[in-house]
């Protein structure tokens, strides 16, 4: 195993506790093929860390142990397994749930979603990729698998210069899985990222112990989720609202297997379209795709947000809640809170900050790690007027 020396930048980065490193922050940097093992010293030769490389990146290495440990099969094993029972004291009962989050489980990288006894693997650098048999065998060692599905169409991957493909192992297509107490069919092979956003857990949760006997709007609802607990929670009826046509059979098919399709009707539309004709609803969630998914499309990105809080806002009751969500990691929380603001203002309205929400706990936010804290979601009451 190559070593590379930090300089004081570099160091200063390391104990710290941050996982990624750039050329700037070494002292030496030998040659180093993409995805290769190194080790991580200061110029007086201390051991750092272990981490993959990847010159061809401008994130160069990723750390992934403070050890100076062997990068083996039993070392992913250990790995998955103690974030295993961590999430099982987080869902007691559950089956379902991401087991690794990538830097915010200093695997950076690496994502692990665990549907019963499928695992839906994402390997967005050349380093993850380079380790993908060990990866593999420590799944399958670490738990009575009966499918494995290597999702790498992230785009991400040919900043790394890696291909894009989809590897299955023992899935014929889609499969029922169990989430609170909901069913709900996941695609891997064909849907969106690993075929189930598990990372709304909990503001699913919250957002339906509001709207009991409300008319409720989901838009951008892909497979449902939203509406479903929804519905399941009391609502008296659930407008589901998205443009894709693949998206709405999905969360139709869920709707009938959980016996909630008589509350949920489904509406194949642009959102600011259906929002012209939409009536007055009680509750409303808005969770929108990444509409800033580079730095540089930060404003364009903004005002699409605002554009979209806007006319949502305005087709609450008196008194509503409104749900608004980002899951662009540049649109930070008081960004998001202050369009909010600034909507509710432009349409005469005054808005109540009842809670935030955050990506759900199996995803955890990795504190030396802003870049780990992506989803954000404000509940808000809707007044119409003062008091």
């Known amino acids: 195993m190559k070593t590379a020396v930090l300089n004081p930048k570099g160091v200063k980065k390391i104990l710290s506790r941050r996982l990624w490193l750039e050329k700037a922050d070494f002292l030496k940097l030998p040659e180093l093929a ?17 981490a993959y490389f990847n010159p061809k990146s401008r994130i160069v290495a990723r750390l992934l142990s403070f050890q100076d440990e062997e990068i083996s099969q039993e070392f992913f094993v250990k790995r998955f397994k103690k974030t295993f029972r961590d999430r099982q004291k987080l869902y007691p009962g559950e089956t379902c749930f991401r087991l690794i989050h990538g830097e915010g489980d200093l695997l950076p990288g690496l994502t692990v979603d665990l549907f019963e006894k499928i695992a839906v693997v994402q390997l967005a650098t050349a380093g993850m990729e380079s380790l993908k048999g060990l990866i593999r065998d420590a799944l399958k060692e670490a738990f009575p698998l009966e499918g494995l599905v290597f999702k790498n169409d992230l785009p991400v991957r040919k900043d790394e210069g890696l291909s894009i ?14 989430i609170d107490g909901l069913y709900f069919l996941i695609d891997p092979i064909a849907g969106q990222k690993t075929g189930f956003f598990l990372d709304q857990r909990e503001n699913r949760r919250k957002f339906a112990s509001y709207v009991k006997e409300s008319l409720v709007f989901d838009l951008f609802c892909y497979s449902g989720a939203f509406s479903l607990y929804a519905a399941r929670d009391g609502a008296q009826k659930v407008l589901a609202v998205d443009r894709s046509s693949q998206a709405l059979a999905l969360a139709e098919e869920n709707a009938r297997r959980n016996g909630l399709a008589g509350k949920i009707t489904f509406i194949q539309d642009d959102i600011e379209n259906f929002l012209q004709y939409a009536p007055k609803a009680r509750a409303i969630v808005l969770d929108p795709p990444a509409l800033i998914k580079k730095e540089r499309a930060y404003q364009a990105g903004k005002r699409l947000y605002e554009t979209l809080n806007n006319k949502a806002i305005s087709r609450l009751e008196d008194r509503g809640i409104f749900l608004s969500c980002s899951c662009s990691q540049f649109l930070k929380l008081n960004d998001l809170l202050s369009l909010a603001q600034k909507v509710a203002i432009k349409n005469g309205l005054y808005p109540q900050l009842l809670e935030i929400g955050l990506q759900a706990r199996d995803h955890p936010v990795y504190l030396p790690m802003p870049e780990t804290w992506y989803l954000k979601a404000v509940f808000l009451k809707i007044l119409a007027f003062e008091g």
């Open 34 to 50: 993409p995805g290769e093992l190194g080790r991580l010293t200061s110029k007086e030769g201390h051991f750092l860390a272990i």
């Open 165 to 178: 493909y989809v590897e299955n192992e023992g899935i014929e297509g889609p499969f029922w899985a169990k």
